[in-house]
């Protein structure tokens, strides 16, 4: 069975400081593995989507990067903001049958930014 | 841009009763998905679509129903609402294509009493 299991559940830190958030998958064949940010009563925004030829993304102050042998992503957070506050989730994608490729979610990383 | 819309935000309903939740894009994208959030777990598949006149079930399709019968629009039917039903929907559209990012609603809460 397809799983994506992230690591810690929750986190909090103080404003300015950076933090690294894990994430171990068992999907097969995998496709691509994404970082998705959710704010309280919102949608799930996209971060960084990579391949398997890719080990390092980065968008601003959001690093992620990707070991596919050993199955295991992490999502490194710079110079941390209150906006930064939100629930962070590992989403990896899977070739499906036909077109539709299929995404497996992890449970997320509730991170707590303070003053 | 509007991106992907639902309707509505918030809703109660009474066991038994039947409802629609709506989803619309405005991207012109093939690929719609509909998802379930609840506590403790990832988001769950419900229902997908890779194109008008295209569906075909997820992880958890028991209880709803969909259609497709245009590009922009796909909606979520709940036939005889139950307390297990109780959750967060989330709607989700894509261009298409395993490597392409999937744009969400801002959700649905609902809840069945």
């Known amino acids: 069975k397809n799983q994506v299991e992230q690591s810690p559940q929750s986190l909090i830190i103080l404003e300015g400081k950076n933090c690294t958030l894990q994430c171990n998958y068992t999907v097969s064949p995998f496709s691509n593995l994404r970082w998705y940010k959710q704010d309280t009563g919102r949608g799930p925004v996209s971060l960084t989507i990579?391949?398997?030829?890719?080990n390092t993304k980065s968008n601003g102050r959001y690093t992620a990067t990707l070991d596919a042998d050993t199955k295991q992503s992490s999502l490194h957070i710079t110079a941390s903001q209150l906006s930064d506050s939100a629930s962070y989730i590992c989403v990896v994608s899977a070739f499906g049958s036909g077109t539709a490729s299929k995404l497996t979610f992890g449970t997320g990383t509730r991170l707590q930014v303070t003053l | 841009n509007a991106g992907v819309t639902q309707t509505p935000k918030f809703q109660v309903l009474k066991t038994g009763q039947s409802m629609t939740l709506q989803c619309a894009q405005d991207m012109n994208h093939e690929y719609m998905s509909w998802y379930r959030q609840d506590p403790g777990m990832g988001l769950r598949l419900i229902h997908y679509?890779?194109?008008?006149?295209?569906?075909d079930q997820g992880e958890v399709p028991n209880g709803y129903n969909v259609s497709r019968s245009t590009t922009e629009d796909f909606p979520l039917r709940l036939l005889s609402a139950a307390p297990s039903q109780t959750s967060v929907y989330f709607c989700a559209s894509s261009p298409g294509g395993s490597n392409t990012e999937a744009f969400f609603g801002q959700g649905t809460r609902l809840t069945v009493v």
């Open positions: 990579m391949t398997f030829s890719e």
């Open positions: 679509s890779v194109g008008a006149g295209i569906t």
